[in-house]
């Protein structure tokens, strides 16, 4: 079913090849960061998604993504996840479980 004036070519599904990612955004010490998604790469209005490897024993400060929501899904190892204005809420993923994060949660 065509879509009237929706240039679907320009509009439609990306693929970010997993060699081209941008290292350039927001890091903290003992992560390394690479974006995939976001909203200039791929025309993202509310989603970032790409790698964190996060180095043993490694923690960020609470902070929350604005408007974004995060995806992420855990290769190998743990992540413990903390949130709530407190971060009194804990859980905990292994490999091949994802967690959601919503626009504006703190978190770490």
Do not use: C
């Amino acid at each position: 079913m065509p879509s009237p004036g929706i240039d679907w070519r320009t509009k439609g599904v990306k693929v970010i090849p997993g060699d081209n990612l941008d290292p350039n955004t927001a890091q903290t010490p003992g992560m390394n960061r690479a974006t995939a998604i976001n909203r200039a790469r791929a025309g993202a209005e509310k989603l970032w998604a790409g790698t964190v490897h996060i180095h043993p024993d490694a923690k960020t400060g609470a902070h929350h993504h604005g408007d974004l929501e995060s995806v992420i899904f855990v290769v190998k190892g743990k992540a413990r996840m903390r949130w709530g204005d407190h971060l009194e809420f804990t859980a905990e993923a292994g490999p091949g479980d994802f967690i959601y994060v919503p626009p504006y949660v703190p978190h770490q």
